[in-house]
């Protein structure tokens, strides 16, 4: 069945002392395309210079470029480490008139997007440029002024938990706000099933689970990876302590197990970031994909013989998602329980530890809910 999706643009805005973190946002994109945008028929489309322009002649490079992408974006992106950038006419980096041409786009418009992150990680003393430095202080000063709220990260790892969390909000809220805006939109599908209506068939609800199936699949998929990566990464950990232990007779020296706590915090942080990430779309998502499979195995119950080859395969179907869900659950149980035992060895460790068991808690009670809703269907 043909599908129609809504594109929205990324402008990525930044001086080249960031390209990592220039990369991994094409990372973070494409994963969150599969999971939260492919469930609001929403597509993320990275613009950067590297990929969207072309050799031409300007007044200077920079005007190039201005020509070429011409403001054509919904979201703008700024990065800014250790340089503030070369220069172009009229502005002291390129960045920084990208930025003023997006605020002046904002001002028109606000459902232009502005995020702009700095990043707080030391720079080698032979990379330091105190001018580079004093411009971007100045930068911040000045746009915090004109109502900029920007966000700091520490590392390439903050950035892309930080960024994904960020963008699936943005989704989030971009697919509310559409609905409310335009019902017949093509997010009309959100708003029709937020209570299923009784003039609602047999046959509409089946084409709309047909169609949602696949998206809810990838999404349970998605988390069932994260959980796996995050049980081998600290089930690596404690292999790594207890080796050092056995090593040292015990006596193992504290900065050497303090960095594997640690490093181990940073993964729990990282997978408590990407269930926040997901968190919103999950409740919203399953809750009314399984309203919709409650109501079809009502119509079913009530009008059909169960017996029927049709009925027999949709509630081996349900059944079949209910012990994928069930499954998915019992695993997430099983490291929430790990998680809860383990000791307060450091401030980084304990602080993981509540932001990754509070955001546990919600998708477990998600699922606790989407079990009982399937029980109902299939007794």
Partial sequence: MPRTETVLRIFVASPGDVADERQKLEEVVLEVNQIVGSIYSIRLELVRWETSTSPAMGIEPQDVINRQIDDDYDIFVGI???????????????TEEEFYRAKERHDIDSSVDIMFYFKDEPIAPSRVDPDQLKKINNFKEKTGGLGLYYWIFKDIDDFERTFRRHISDRITKFAKSSVQKSPNNIHKFAEKIKNVEEDVGLLDLL????????????LMERLSE????????VNAHTASVGKLNSETFGAAPREFLTKIINS???????YASYIDSIKSLFSEYTNKFFKMV????SIYKESFDRE?????????????IDDNVNAAKIAMEEFRTAISSLPRMTSKITKAKRHLLAS?????????????????TLN
């Fill in 226 to 233: 994260k959980t796996d990566w995050i049980n081998e990464r």
């Fill in 294 to 297: 409650v109501e079809v195995g």
């Fill in 264 to 270: 181990s915090a940073d993964d729990m942080e990282e």
């Fill in 308 to 320: 029927s080859d049709e009925i027999r395969e949709f509630f081996t179907n349900v059944k079949n």
């Fill in 80 to 94: 800014m480490w250790s340089r503030f950038g070369t220069a172009t006419n009229g502005y002291d980096s390129g």
């Fill in 360 to 376: 546990m808690n919600d998708i477990i009670s998600e699922m606790n809910q989407i079990n009982s809703l399937l029980h109902d």
């Fill in 207 to 218: 084409a709309n689970l047909e169609a949602e199936s696949p998206k809810f699949l990838t």
